[in-house]
């Protein structure tokens, strides 16, 4: 069955500007999260969709990020005004309720100029 | 607030050596995770260890939990070079749903 997915898998912005990514989790799959990872260090946590409740903002890094996402579908991650340390690959993952195991998709590049 | 260490954070072995990677935490968690991850790519899953105690195996590679030690490992057996990859453990808590921590990732690489 399809993974999860993420657009665009590449992405060159300048810095001040807006940019808006995309993840597509496995169909069924309650939860979704965003992670981020900068070269060479492990995933930082950013957000955390579950359902309808209130999403778990408790990792994000400034108010210049904001994800939203509809019902247990898609879900957009928006950094306003970006900055060169934005620059990172932004992951997606998804999981069904009551099961552990996360899935993750194959990431956006962000790199900021 | 949890955190995750894992050692080494480089490692450099010969084909058909064993070694073993370390991944400790600092508060009570409720699962422990292994992952792997290849140059460019996205996150594999290997083990999810839910208890104490837990040993799960697949293949060369052999994970374990302590959870009074706050301790995972990940054994090595017979190294390949198809083991080359990054690999990371992390912990979460709150029941089945929640976000992982991560720990920094430790970079194998396997020489013939």
């Known amino acids: 069955g399809a993974g999860v997915s993420q657009s665009p898998s590449n992405k060159v912005t300048e810095k001040g500007k807006d940019v808006e990514l995309r993840c597509d989790p496995i169909s069924g799959h309650t939860a979704l999260y965003w992670y981020r990872q900068r070269l060479g260090q492990g995933l930082e946590f950013l957000i955390y969709f579950q359902g309808n409740s209130a999403p778990d903002k408790s990792g994000l890094p400034s108010d210049r990020f904001s994800a939203e996402r509809t019902g247990e579908s898609v879900s957009t991650l928006t950094i306003q005004r970006t900055q060169q340390e934005d620059s990172a690959v932004y992951l997606c993952?998804?999981?069904?309720?009551?099961?552990?195991?996360?899935?993750f998709g194959p990431g956006t590049r962000l790199t900021v100029t | 607030e949890l955190k995750v260490e894992q050692n080494p954070l480089f490692l450099s072995m010969q084909e058909g050596k064993n070694y073993t990677i370390y991944c400790n935490y600092s508060t009570t968690s409720d699962r422990l995770y292994w992952y792997r991850q290849d140059p460019g790519k996205s996150l594999e899953s290997l083990f999810v260890?839910?208890?104490?105690?837990a040993v799960k195996q697949e293949g060369r590679l052999m994970a374990s939990l302590d959870t009074k030690a706050r301790l995972s490992t990940l054994h090595i057996t017979a190294a390949v070079h198809d083991l080359s990859a990054t690999y990371f453990c992390a912990v979460t808590y709150g029941g089945s749903q929640g976000n992982l921590i991560f720990g920094k990732g430790t970079k194998l690489s396997v020489k013939p």
């Open positions: 260890l839910l208890s104490n105690g």
């Open positions: 993952a998804s999981n069904r309720l009551a099961a552990y195991e996360q899935y």
